[in-house]
Every structure is written in structure tokens, then in C-alpha cells.
């Protein structure tokens, strides 16, 4: 395995010449759309054997006793470790150290990893590791979060003194747990040094932290692991965390050969975090014609077994809680805390989606409340360039949400259903005629915080080097982003082409052996690599000299210079008011969702998504189409089919079987306007793009499905019993100036 075969997977991005603003080819497009792109699952080397994972099958137990011996009879099979095989540090994290190599002395969620095997065949460490015998003490399992008593932190938000309105409405929402749901497993290969080190070829978003953990694992400095990204098949924030990485290196290291390991479908529903649950409970009060005087909010959020990046996702959801709504007087309590649930940690849209979904919800029933669309409802409590956030952060670049609005709901609706059958809810089952169809539409808007937040040093290192091949002017870009399917080294090979006017680009592959770029998540990367990119290639342009490309490399010969790239600051959010300008970029994306909606069978087809968003600037408008698609799709999903289903404390469907996701036959044709408000802090004005619709997508479908069916719906997703089968005594209501 060499970096120059994994180069190749990227390839040169020769774009005849397109630049920022430019839909350019992918160099990735051809080979992913033909099959011969090599993913992390495709790694191959001369000599390497395969790792398999045991795992805990109760989601709370001690352990009493590991006996390897029957693991290891098994022929083919060249180890077995466990937690006290670990040479370094036991425990890692993103955000806190308290998740074990392996486990050591318990189990705290089902699929723990509790022992490694390597064996000369993968079916062979398969079975060894099912032959490892575990004495398990089973204790009770916290699983519902209302019971937890460990708190993984606890943020609130304190504004105003006001909490009487003359209209009042209140509800109680709940967002089920979403699985990130990429196509390509967990997977890596992991190589022993000659230096005593390792390196590891992976499928991650984050090589430098991924490295910082590892490191003191491994019992070795962080120069003696190397990492480097390989193809990676989508990541949605599940590959921030560690999977296999800690377990591959050491069986590398312990057999001085390579090791590869590659998750099934079901083990990688397992081997990763998820989004949170959530359980929130909201109260808003407004004036008669409908402006808000006060919001109250309490967002619980199950954390699961391990810390992750909860304590983030709680800043965001407590930041957020409100949306981007002008209100004086607010008072929200957001909460993370440990179950022995899955772990849950980085899904696209992190803490914001499930706040959303439940104050867009009440922002339906203040709207009908006060006898307003919810249009107006929202063009009336609107935020604009100047206002404020609940935390007291003022919004200082261009947030024009009330002409988004006006805008969604100018574009025209879809016809009404047509008489053939294919086209309404259930297909080509034929289960209906029609006759208990409805139709309804329905508004979701969203905010969310591009880049990270609160104090984090958030950077990016590009390397840009630039010099004759062939006699003709070539530029390479390093940097350590890594490209999980979103476009960015099309990004960042467009942005050398419009600040070097050089037409021919490579962008290496990613590694460890430059400087950090930080996550792939938070709709970074366009922000911070794009800014570290554009700063090094105006390093490489200043000593041009200002000679044309041939002539200066020609002159003065390679050209190579190296930049950090921050975004302002930002500041933590105070622990007791919540206030502070915890955000560097805010976004906003509006849905407008129309749905058909089987009444009697509880089937629901979505008919048609329009969204409006503003991006500050389109770098890439192809690429920027599909990441506003693919996020509606997956808040499409969570609003009707996707989630995981766990009972005390156990997945039920750990499959793409049983776990549904939109496929193309679930996704409507979408009316899209990309408005263009350049944000005078960010790089080319930019504003990250690829988050926001999973907020906004999600109230929008739930709306319209409420439009058509009459009923509450308070939790995501809806199910069909939902629907058909739902009991009428709702106690959740509108009262004129009290709650309910």
C-alpha cells in the first residue's frame, strides 16, 4: 500500500480550467459512478491478515472472567487481546477520556468491544472471536433518560423577565434515534512500521484527532502513527469517533504484520455513534397578532453509553432552541445525559435538527392559534441581519429569512393527484383508489451553526506547491481534510485553478504529514480549508512576482508555501445565562413540503420538497445542488421511516432490512432558489451549505402530513399506525392565556 496508489483514487482534477463558481467534474465522479473507485473496505496488501471484533451482547453487565483458550484452538487464528493487551493509555474520546480500548471490567451499551482477534482469513476471526467465552453478571440497564442521574453537561439560556402572553400554546415533541446510514462499512488497514510505529489507512473525517487518540493508546508519540485517508463511502459525523482504528494498530503491532478489518452492515450499526434522542417540552407565548413574547424550552437529550461530542451537541441545541426567531424573554434548559443506550455523538445537523423539529412544530400551533399562515407567523418573528440569537450573539452578516419565506411561498404547488394509481401513497400496490387520500403542505425553517463553536482553536493547514511538469505549470494541494463524499477536493483544486490561473491540479491525498484541517462536519470545510487553500496559494502568487505562471516557475523554480487558516473567534457560552457569541457563521435554509397521506392505511407519500437557501456564494453550483438534496433527503427520512429501534437498551433492526432510508422512489422532484448574501468574514463570502436542509426538511414533512391527516403528530418519525390507529384524546391544546 503506497500514497501514490491512493493518490490515484482522487486523481488530477483537470477542469479545463473551471474555477470558484464553476460546476467542475469530480476527479472521484467517473470511477465511483463505474465501480472502480477503491474504498477503505477495497485495502489489499501482500500479507495481511484480518480482525474481527467481540462484542457485548447485554447493554449493562459486569464481566466477570474472558477466557480466550477456546479463540485461540482454532486453526488459522494468531491472537487474541483484550483490555490488558492494550500497551498504552485504556481509555479515549473526542471530548472526554472515558471510553475503553476494550472493555475492562464492564460493559455499559450492547455491541462494547471486548476482545480482538487476527486470524489468516476473516470468516476465520469471525468464529474465533464467537468462540471467546465471557461470564457476564447482567445488572439493570438505564435506558430511558428521564432516569439517568449522570449528567454529561447541562446548558442553560436565560433572557428577559417576561413569561405572560395573550396567547399560549405548549407541546411536548419527540425526534427518535437516526442512524448516519453511509454505504461504506467501517474499514481500515493497518501497516507495522519499520520505525517501531504504524500506519493506518482509514476511512475517517478527522485524521489528526483520530491520530492524537490513537497515540497515547498505542503507547507510542503521535510521529510514530501515520495516517491516511482512504475512500472513504460517506461519514454524516459517524466517523468522528474511533471504531476500529485503536484495535487494528494493536493487532498490527503485536503480530508485526499488516491487519485489516471491515465491519458488516450489522456490526457497523454498533460500531458507531448516532443522532441523539430527543425528549423536549416547549412553551410559547405570544401577542394576538402573533409576535412572540416569550419562549420556554426543556431539550433532553440520551447520550448514550459514552461522552463523544455530546456536551457540543447540547451547546448547539440550547443555542439554537428557539430558531431564528426575535424573542426578548427566554428561558431553555438543555440537557445530555449517559443511558446505557447507544452511544450517540455527530449526525449531520448536531443538536439543532431536534430543536428544530419541535419549535418549528410550535410555530404551526401559534400560527393557527392566532388565526395566521404559517407563513406569516414566521415572516412576523423573522430574524434579520442585526438581531440578535438568544445567547445575546448578534447576527452581523445578511440573514434575510422573511424574503426567503416570501420567496418558498411564491413558487407554485404541484398539480393535484393524478388519477394513476402509481402516483399515490402505496404505488403499485394498488391499496387504494384514492378515496381515503388527503392532501397537505407544510413550512420548516432552520438555523444552524457552520464551523465549531464556543472557543474551539478551529483551523486548517494548506500546503500549496506550484511548478513546471512537463514544461507546463502544475500546482499540488495537501492539506489533511478529509473528502467523505461532500466534493471537497473538487473545492479545493477549483480555488488553486481561480487564484493561480493554473489549469492542471492535484490534490493530494490526505494525510497526517501536514499540518491538521480539523473534522469533516459542522459544513467546515469549505470555510476553513477553502480559507487555508486561498491563503497559501496567495503566498505562492505574491512571489510570482508578477509573471505570468511559465515565466516565474521558470525563473525562480518549484514554488511551495504553507498556511493556517482561523476563522474569528468565537466564546464559550456562559454556564449559567447561556450568553455569549458562541458561533462563528449562522445558515438558513426554509422547506416547503407537500404530501399525499393515506388516511386509512397511514402511508404518506412526500409529492414535492422546495427550499430556498441563502450560501453566501456558490463555489460549486452542481456540487451545492446535491449536498441542499441529499440533506432534505435525510430529513425527509427522519420526519417518516428512519430509526433505530432499541428496547432496554437493545437494537432491534441493525439493518439496511429493517432500517429504512429513502431510496429514489421515496425522494420527490425539488423546486430549489440559492440566494447569494455574501458573509464579509468568510472566504469568497461563503456560507457553509451542507447542513442546514436536514433541520428545516424534517418540520416541513411532519407539517404537511399534520395538514392532511388533522392529528397532533408530535414525534418523528411517523409511523403508519400514527396515523391510522391514533387515539384522539390528545391532552396537548391551545389555551388564550394559559397553558394547557
Known amino acids: 500500500m503506497t500514497e501514490t496508489a491512493y493518490t490515484t483514487l482522487h486523481g488530477t482534477g483537470r477542469g479545463a480550467g473551471k474555477g470558484v463558481g464553476e460546476s467542475a467534474r469530480r476527479p472521484d465522479a467517473t470511477l465511483k459512478v463505474t465501480g472502480e473507485f477503491a474504498y477503505a473496505s477495497d485495502l489489499w496488501l501482500d500479507g495481511m491478515v484480518w480482525g474481527a471484533t467481540l462484542r457485548s451482547p447485554h447493554p449493562s453487565a459486569w464481566i466477570r472472567s474472558i477466557d480466550v483458550g477456546p479463540a485461540l484452538k482454532i486453526p488459522g487464528v494468531l491472537t487474541v487481546l483484550t483490555h490488558e493487551d492494550v500497551p498504552g493509555e485504556k481509555f479515549y474520546g473526542l471530548d472526554h477520556k472515558d471510553q475503553p480500548v476494550l472493555a475492562i471490567d464492564q460493559v455499559r451499551y450492547q455491541g462494547e468491544p471486548v476482545a480482538v482477534v487476527a486470524a489468516d482469513h476473516p470468516e476465520t476471526a469471525r468464529r474465533a472471536a464467537a468462540a471467546i467465552v465471557v461470564e457476564y453478571e447482567v445488572r439493570e440497564a438505564v435506558t430511558d433518560p428521564r432516569r439517568s442521574q449522570r449528567f454529561v453537561r447541562h446548558q442553560p439560556v436565560r433572557r428577559g423577565d417576561t413569561f405572560e402572553a395573550e396567547v399560549v400554546v405548549t407541546g411536548e415533541y419527540e425526534v427518535g434515534m437516526q442512524d448516519q446510514a453511509f454505504l461504506g462499512p467501517e474499514s481500515g488497514l493497518a501497516v507495522p512500521a519499520e520505525d517501531g510505529g504504524v500506519d493506518l489507512y482509514i476511512a475517517t473525517q478527522w485524521l489528526h484527532v483520530d491520530r492524537d487518540q490513537l497515540a497515547p493508546c498505542l503507547g507510542l508519540p503521535p510521529d510514530k502513527v501515520r495516517l491516511t485517508l482512504s475512500g472513504v463511502g460517506g461519514a454524516f459525523g459517524a466517523r468522528e469517533d474511533l471504531s476500529m482504528q485503536a484495535h487494528a494498530c494493536m493487532l498490527a503491532l503485536r503480530l508485526n504484520r499488516p491487519v485489516k478489518i471491515v465491519y458488516g452492515r450489522e456490526e457497523s450499526f454498533f460500531g458507531h455513534v448516532h443522532r441523539h434522542p430527543a425528549v423536549m417540552r416547549y412553551e410559547h407565548g405570544a401577542t394576538r397578532d402573533g409576535k412572540l413574547v416569550y419562549v420556554k424550552a426543556d431539550i433532553l437529550l440520551d447520550g448514550g453509553a459514552y461522552c463523544s461530542s455530546s456536551p457540543a451537541v447540547v451547546g448547539n441545541a440550547a443555542s439554537l432552541g428557539v430558531g431564528p426567531y426575535e424573542v426578548e424573554n427566554?428561558?431553555?434548559?438543555?440537557?445530555?445525559?449517559?443511558?446505557?443506550?447507544?452511544?450517540?455523538?455527530?449526525?449531520?445537523?448536531?443538536?439543532?435538527?431536534?430543536?428544530?423539529?419541535?419549535?418549528?412544530?410550535?410555530?404551526?400551533?401559534?400560527?393557527?392559534?392566532?388565526?395566521?399562515?404559517?407563513?406569516?407567523?414566521?415572516v412576523r418573528n423573522a430574524v434579520s441581519q442585526g438581531s440578535h440569537l438568544i445567547t445575546g450573539q448578534v447576527i452581523d452578516s445578511p440573514a434575510p429569512l422573511a424574503e426567503m419565506l416570501r420567496d418558498l411561498d411564491a413558487m407554485p404547488l404541484p398539480s393535484e393527484p393524478l388519477s394513476d394509481l402509481r402516483s399515490m401513497p402505496g404505488g403499485v400496490s394498488q391499496t387504494t383508489h384514492g378515496e381515503s387520500v388527503r392532501r397537505g403542505v407544510g413550512y420548516g425553517v432552520g438555523i444552524k451553526n457552520i464551523c465549531f463553536?464556543?472557543?474551539?482553536?478551529?483551523?486548517?493547514?494548506?500546503?500549496?506547491?506550484?511548478?513546471?511538469?512537463?514544461?507546463e505549470p502544475h500546482v499540488t494541494v495537501h492539506t489533511a481534510a478529509a473528502e467523505v463524499g461532500q466534493g471537497l477536493v473538487t473545492i479545493q483544486a477549483q480555488i488553486a485553478r481561480s487564484e493561480l490561473g493554473i489549469a492542471n491540479v492535484t490534490v493530494a491525498t490526505a494525510d497526517t504529514s501536514v499540518g491538521s484541517a480539523g473534522s469533516s462536519s459542522a459544513s467546515r470545510q469549505s470555510y476553513v480549508t477553502g480559507g487555508a487553500v486561498q491563503a497559501a496559494c496567495e503566498a505562492v502568487r505574491k512571489r510570482f512576482n508578477g509573471l505570468p505562471p511559465e515565466e516565474a516557475l521558470e525563473k525562480f523554480g518549484p514554488i511551495e508555501e504553507t498556511r493556517e487558516y482561523r476563522h474569528r473567534p468565537t466564546y464559550p457560552m456562559d454556564p449559567i445565562t447561556g450568553q455569549g457569541s458562541s458561533h462563528t457563521q449562522l445558515a438558513l435554509c426554509v422547506h416547503r413540503a407537500v404530501v399525499d397521506v393515506d388516511v386509512e392505511l397511514g402511508l404518506v407519500k412526500v409529492v414535492e420538497l422546495a427550499a430556498v437557501q441563502d450560501v453566501g456564494r456558490i463555489l460549486n453550483p452542481q456540487a451545492l445542488e446535491g449536498q441542499i438534496h441529499g440533506g432534505s433527503a435525510q430529513g425527509l427520512g427522519l420526519a417518516l421511516m428512519e430509526e433505530i429501534q432499541v428496547r432496554d437498551g437493545r437494537v432491534l433492526n441493525p439493518s439496511f432490512t429493517d432500517y429504512l432510508i429513502p431510496t429514489i422512489l421515496d425522494m420527490p422532484p425539488m423546486q430549489m432558489k440559492i440566494l447569494e448574501n455574501p458573509d464579509p468574514a468568510a472566504p469568497y463570502g461563503l456560507r457553509g451549505a451542507g447542513e442546514p436542509p436536514t433541520l428545516s426538511s424534517t418540520p416541513a414533512v411532519a407539517a404537511a402530513v399534520r395538514a392532511a391527516t388533522g392529528l397532533r403528530l408530535t414525534r418523528v418519525p411517523i409511523r403508519p399506525e400514527d396515523i391510522a390507529l391514533f387515539d384522539s384524546g390528545s391532552t396537548m391544546g391551545v389555551t388564550d392565556g394559559k397553558r394547557s
Do not use: H
Open 330 to 378: 427566554v428561558q431553555v434548559d438543555a440537557t445530555g445525559v449517559y443511558t446505557n443506550n447507544p452511544p450517540c455523538g455527530a449526525m449531520r445537523g448536531f443538536g439543532a435538527v431536534q430543536a428544530c423539529y419541535a419549535y418549528e412544530s410550535q410555530m404551526d400551533r401559534l400560527a393557527e392559534a392566532c388565526g395566521l399562515s404559517p407563513v406569516e407567523i414566521r
Open 453 to 471: 463553536s464556543e472557543g474551539f482553536d478551529d483551523f486548517s493547514t494548506a500546503r500549496v506547491r506550484a511548478e513546471l511538469v512537463g514544461g
